[in-house]
């Protein structure tokens, strides 16, 4: 069964500063993996996702992800954080799970704290 | 375009008492997603809805939770009785299609969620 681990609970920086949320994922076959973030009283939002191809992937709000296979990797980044960008971030791990179907597997998530 | 709905958003319950949600997903998703997320985790998936017909429920406890998604558009879960540790946000997502490759017609968009305190 595929799973994902983000060992970083809280993590702490300051504006301006770069980011990096690690995350680890265990799955058989080639993954697709995925990085949410919630803000509080929100629903999650798609960050990014990897699906093949490029192992660099950007996204939204300016974050990137790098997909590293030989580490089971798939480390969220961003040069520059701001104020805003306080929120949980969820790594996510997608698997076949039947047929066509796929089922999102989460991490417990990092929550990120952004000193001014 | 309108995301998709929760309701309630928050809800206080004693234990043994029965509660509902209400999700409404964006309009001509036929994929329909119940998560619940305990505090300090992940979300976890408890049922998959295709249109009006379930395609995974093998997370959810079967004993006490229910949903259902008669005209494959709104659906509801409800818990009966409730339990002490059933406290979480229960999430709702949508998506055009099932399955997760293969570009944005595949993404689950995710409501606010309904946060649950059973006492």
């Known amino acids: 069964a595929q799973s994902v681990t983000q060992p970083d609970i809280h993590i702490t920086v300051s504006e301006g500063a770069s980011l990096e949320l690690r995350c680890n994922y265990s799955?058989?076959?080639?993954?697709?993996l995925f990085w949410y973030v919630q803000s509080p009283g929100q629903g999650l939002q798609l960050l990014l996702k990897?699906?093949?191809?490029?192992?660099l992937v950007q996204g939204i709000k300016g974050f990137e992800a790098e997909f590293k296979r030989s580490q089971s990797s798939f480390n969220l980044r961003k040069p520059s954080v701001h104020w805003s960008d306080a929120a949980e971030y969820f790594c996510a791990v997608g698997a076949r799970s039947g047929g066509s179907n796929y089922k999102l597997t989460f991490g417990k998530g990092t929550l990120l704290t952004v000193n001014p | 375009e309108a995301g998709v709905a929760q309701s309630p958003r928050y809800k206080i319950i004693e234990k043994r008492q029965s509660v509902a949600f209400w999700c409404n997903p964006i309009s001509g998703h036929a994929t329909l997603y119940w998560y619940q997320q305990i505090l300090g985790q992940g979300p976890k998936l408890l049922i998959q809805f295709q249109n009006n017909g379930v395609v995974d429920d093998s997370q959810l406890p079967k004993d006490r939770f229910s949903a259902e998604r008669l005209k494959g558009v709104d659906s509801t879960l409800k818990i009966q009785p409730a339990k002490l540790e059933d406290s979480a946000v229960y999430l709702c997502?949508?998506?055009?299609?099932?399955?997760?490759?293969?570009?944005?017609?595949?993404?689950?968009?995710f409501g606010p969620g309904t946060r649950l305190t059973v006492l």
């Open positions: 990897y699906f093949s191809g490029d192992t």
């Open positions: 799955y058989g076959a080639t993954p697709y």
């Open positions: 997502a949508s998506s055009l299609i099932p399955g997760l490759a293969g570009g944005p017609s595949r993404e689950q968009f």
